[in-house]
């Protein structure tokens, strides 16, 4: 009899343990204020009670939340502050108010959210750059940026460190939404609000050739959304002053004048709607050597 009784205890003992092992409780996503849990759901549960503590002082309680029996999911805002580490307790309870399940942990509010961004201007035809105000005590930030389709059908996240801050990988001549957010290892703050940018033309592709001793031919390949392209020619080792420059919405020009068996820089680029200089391309051209003197 005392035999079967024990081992009865014993198992007893062991499927609670095993009922309270197999209950998990996490931190499904987290903000400067608020953290979201996720808990699994519990068959003679009546509720889901949510305790939070300082980690430095577990005793003291800051947030307190009851959920329904049918809810596996909610959030804690009330009494959190960024960049804070908390305890946290869940309890699975039945109606009589018996602990049925229990799991607990700690967890990291993200940063402080940023207040604003200061700029956000075009590198060019890919890349964006943004300006804005570090917070203090806040090591890394996340810059999100979006296209403006509704919904969005392309989104890029870069981690930086400082200000500004480069954002590679886009399209060009593109408008794109760019919001910043504080993050930590626990998580990231709300997202700044978005700043509309648009990415640069991209660069015309050259071709060049010197059919003379003073000439040179330069023909480069539309660009979508052009209203008009400069291209440039330099003598390798003359001044700035000597640059030669050419405007025009042909996609060709000729440079005449030029020394024989010269080498030259050639420079181009397009110009969009809102009259803003787009990404340049740049190749060398060498003029034909002079001509051999007459023979007496």
Partial sequence: MGFKWILGFVLLEFSLQSAHAAFNAQVFATTSKVIIFQWDKVADASSYEITLALKSNPSAVVAFAVFGANIVMGSVSTGLTPNTNYSFTIEAKTSAGNVVNTDSGEHLTAPEQIDSVITVTAKDSTTLEMEFTPKAGVSKYIIRALDTQDPPTF??????????????????????????????????????????????????????????????????????????????????????????????????????????????????????????????????????????????
């Avoid at 703050?189 to 015309?204: D, G, N, R, Y």
């Avoid at 390949?221 to 050419?246: D, I, N, P, R, W």
Wanted: with cysteine.
């Fill in 155 to 296: 989104i890029e996240e870069v981690e930086v460190t400082s200000s500004p801050a480069l954002v590679p990988n886009l399209q060009p001549y593109t408008d794109y939404k760019l919001s910043i957010m504080s993050a930590n290892d626990g998580g990231r703050s709300q997202p700044t609000a978005p700043v509309t940018a648009k990415t640069l033309l991209p660069p015309p592709q050259i071709q060049s050739s010197s059919p003379s001793n003073s000439t040179i031919d330069v023909s480069w390949t539309a660009v979508a959304s052009a209203q008009e392209y400069t291209v440039f020619l330099l003598k390798y080792g003359a001044s700035e002053s000597e640059k030669m420059s050419h405007n025009t919405s042909n996609t060709n020009y000729a440079f005449t004048g030029l020394d024989p068996g010269a080498l030259y820089m050639i420079e181009c680029y397009a110009w969009d709607a809102e009259g803003r200089k787009g990404e340049s391309a740049q190749t060398n051209q060498t003029t034909r050597p002079p001509a051999p003197p007459l023979s007496p």
